[in-house]
């Protein structure tokens, strides 16, 4: 009987900790809505920008606004990057393309994959409220639905072009 009072303190303890760092992190971090807004964005521009390692060059990622179709509450743009790193003889070639909104809100994605020899293609598609992906690798193909909330931002989290075209849409505040 004793052994389970002190389970049942610790499982409280944890739990009100738990909810402490929680009420903590609500109030000093309190989460906040971003405004999105486009700018007018420079058709067949290619960005340029250079990742380094240890002082040396070792690849760089390209970004060009392609394509913009549609009327101005309806507007689709096309993105396509390119990265290329060679580090230590091998090499990690990324080619993709993602459409997206007048508000920075994904239609699609695309990202083909090449590391050495071995090619994967990754392809997410945006609909009301879900998101779609579907990975082929070696000849092995699995799909994912996953649901997206209402006002929820997406971004490719790993290439510069995508931050700074949100970082150009909206005005940050602490």
Do not use: C
Request: proline share 3%; charged share 20%; glycine share 6%.
């Amino acid at each position: 009987m004793l052994k389970r009072q002190w389970i049942l303190a610790g499982v409280a303890l944890i739990l009100g900790t738990s909810l402490l760092v929680e009420i903590y992190l609500d109030t000093r971090y309190p989460e906040t809505t971003i405004t999105v807004t486009l700018p007018e964005l420079q058709l067949d521009q290619e960005h340029v920008y250079s990742f380094q390692r240890e002082g040396q060059r070792v690849g760089t990622h390209s970004y060009t606004v392609t394509g913009r179709e549609g009327t101005v509450a309806s507007t689709r743009y096309t993105m396509v990057s390119t990265t290329d790193i060679t580090y230590k003889d091998e090499r990690l070639l990324l080619h993709a393309e993602y459409v997206f909104d007048h508000l920075y809100r994904p239609l699609s994605y695309e990202l083909n994959a090449t590391v050495e020899d071995k090619q994967t293609r990754i392809q997410a598609a945006f609909t009301q409220g879900d998101a779609v992906v579907t990975v082929v690798s070696d000849g092995d193909a699995a799909e994912h639905t996953e649901e997206v909330p209402e006002g929820a931002l997406l971004i490719e989290n790993q290439m510069p072009g995508y931050w700074e075209i949100l970082f150009q849409s909206t005005a940050l505040t602490p």
